[in-house]
Each structure stands twice: as C-alpha cells, then as structure tokens.
Nanobody, 126 residues
Framework: QVQLVESGGGLVQAGGSLRLSCAASGRTFSSYAMGWFRQAPGKEREFVAGISWSGGNTYYGDSVKGRFTISRDNAKNTMYLQMNSLKPEDTAVYYC???????????????????WGQGTQVTVSS
C-alpha cells in the first residue's frame, strides 16, 4: 500500500510555470507506475501524464504534450509534474495516483489506479 501527498499548486499567470510534487510513503513506491490526473469544475477527471515504475517510459494527454513533463525519483519516493506555458484551461485540481496492477503499458484509465492523493489546486489566470 502507498499513501500519496501532492504539493506545489497555486495561482500563476498564463504562460507561467509550476512544478507539482507527489510524495509517497511506503517502501514499494518504485514498483508502481504513476500518473497525474486533473479535474476542472463541472468536468470529468482527465488523464494528464503517466510514468512507468522505472521512469523509462512516459505518456501524455494530448492537451499537455510539449508543455508538461512527468518525472520521478525513486530514491526520494517522489514524482513530479513540471508544467510550462500554462493556460487558463489548465486550471483544475491535480491528483497523483499509483497503479498497482502489473501492466506493461501506462494506463490512462482512472479505474486502473488504486491509490490517490488528496489533490492540489492549480489556477491559471488570463
């Protein structure tokens, strides 16, 4: 089992940058594929980015490709999301999640993720 805590959200102007962190407890963090999701008011939760257990493979949602970068440091039990060129439509609560299944691919389905953080708010002003 793993517990996840996000941090790094805040208010930023359009075009700016933020880096989110997801700190994990437990000794098995390195065995989980991880993902970032987001949910804007009135909208369904959306896949943002995912990363394999080793960090060697990553996958991005179409809306963030080229602007966001996901990474992880297994020695620090932490995952990151570097967000550049932020847009007002990036405004949402961002969640990190751990996929406990033995999948060879990075899942974009929230139902495949077993553990979730509490979320951190990102607000991008125009």
């Amino acid at each position: 089992q793993v517990q996840l805590v996000e941090s790094g959200g805040g208010l930023v102007q359009a075009g700016g940058s933020l880096r989110l962190s997801c700190a994990a407890s437990g000794r098995t963090f390195s065995s989980y594929a991880m993902g970032w999701f987001r949910q804007a008011p009135g909208k369904e939760r959306e896949f943002v980015a995912g990363i394999s257990w080793s960090g060697g493979n990553t996958y991005y949602g179409d809306s963030v490709k080229g602007r966001f970068t996901i990474s992880r440091d297994n020695a620090k039990n932490t995952m990151y999301l570097q967000m550049n060129s932020l847009k007002p439509e990036d405004t949402a609560v961002y969640y990190c999640a751990a996929d406990g299944g033995s999948r060879w691919y990075i899942s974009t389905r929230e139902n495949d993720y077993d553990y979730w953080g509490q979320g951190t708010q990102v607000t991008v002003s125009s």
